[in-house]
């Protein structure tokens, strides 16, 4: 059984930025695929940013030249720079880990990001 952890949000004026950490523990190997989805009161949770194993990147394009999604493999940690930050960047941040390409997915518990003066 995988184990998500996500860490790093919190409040940050507009403009500031913030580090999100996803940590993934129960795994034996590498992890195939690590992503960053948002959810904001009222509305569908959204892909932010993706990276698999080999560090191929998928970003939204409200984020694209704002934000950066990186991992360590030998640790199976992502993380996700976000710089620039918006009062519409404010939301429940959630990581999705995908151990194999066509195996389950497992989701943490959340990190609330608020982007507000």
């Known amino acids: 059984q995988v184990q998500v952890v996500e860490s790093g949000g919190g409040l940050v004026q507009p403009g500031g930025s913030l580090r999100l950490s996803c940590a993934a523990s129960?795994?034996?190997?590498?992890?195939?695929?690590m992503g960053w989805y948002r959810q904001a009161p009222g509305k569908q949770r959204d892909m932010v940013a993706t990276?698999?194993?080999?560090?191929?990147?998928n970003y939204a394009d409200s984020v694209k030249g704002r934000f950066t999604i990186s991992r360590d493999n030998a640790k199976n940690i992502a993380y996700l720079q976000m710089n620039l930050l918006k009062p519409e960047d404010t939301a429940v941040y959630y990581c999705?880990?995908?151990?194999?390409?066509?195996?389950?997915?497992?989701w943490g518990q959340g990190t609330q990001v608020t982007v507000s003066s």
């Open positions: 129960g795994s034996s190997f590498r992890i195939y695929f």
């Open positions: 990276i698999t194993s080999g560090g191929t990147t």
């Open positions: 999705d880990v995908r151990p194999t390409p066509m195996g389950s997915t497992y």
